[in-house]
């Protein structure tokens, strides 16, 4: 299947979602995001939702993260197009940049290889963990400056293609997804 359809196809879905229901779902990833084997690590990755976009409310996670005490880093688009990464704290700022996506102003910067767990954004998954997201590659960069073992999970308003996403040697396949009815498992090719 290619990207480019979904994406089309995935937006549209996502625009056609109701405020209400983009809430409930969001509320309900987060809570079954908690039912992951994901909670013994230090140093979260967290996206911040893109509004105008529909993208999941992560404000959920974002207090759950907290409320666990956890290091949360969030991500700032760099001039290269690479992502930099900035620990939230108290004085952190946020921005909104040109593309609508929130970011941290600056701040205390976290090198990739310190990071335990990624939460990512994306239009669309299949059932064998690979992603489709906005096409800018931003992610797959990220993803491949990781530890090797670092936790890849996405989160999706929909559940899993059916059909083979294809796929280019940067993308990085997902650990885990997270739907508000289910949690897909590709570590090892079972979903719960």
């Not at 880093?73 to 946020?94: E, Q, W, Y």
């Not at 040109?98 to 239009?123: H, N, Q, S």
């Amino acid at each position: 299947m290619l990207k480019r359809d979904l994406r089309i196809r995935y937006s549209q879905l996502r625009n056609s979602l109701a405020p209400q229901e983009l809430l409930n779902f969001s509320l309900s990833i987060a809570n079954k995001l908690l039912e992951l084997p994901i909670w013994s690590f230090d140093y979260y990755h967290l996206f911040l939702p893109i509004s105008k976009k529909k993208e999941i409310d992560t404000t959920f996670i974002l207090s759950i993260l907290q409320g666990k005490d956890k290091n949360i880093v969030l991500p700032k688009v760099g001039s290269n197009g690479n992502l930099r990464h900035f620990l939230l704290t108290d004085a952190t700022k946020i921005k909104e940049n040109d593309w609508g996506i929130p970011e941290p102003v600056d701040g205390i910067a976290i090198t990739p290889k310190k990071i335990d767990v990624v939460i990512l954004p994306l239009l669309a998954f299949d059932k064998k963990g690979n992603r489709v997201g906005y096409g800018k590659g931003f992610y797959d960069r990220f993803l491949n400056s990781c530890r090797p073992e670092v936790l890849k999970v996405g989160l999706s308003l929909f559940e899993a293609e059916e059909e083979t996403i294809e796929t280019n040697r940067h993308d990085v396949r997902l650990d885990y997804c997270v739907t508000p009815k289910r949690i897909y498992n590709f570590s090892d090719d079972s979903s719960e």
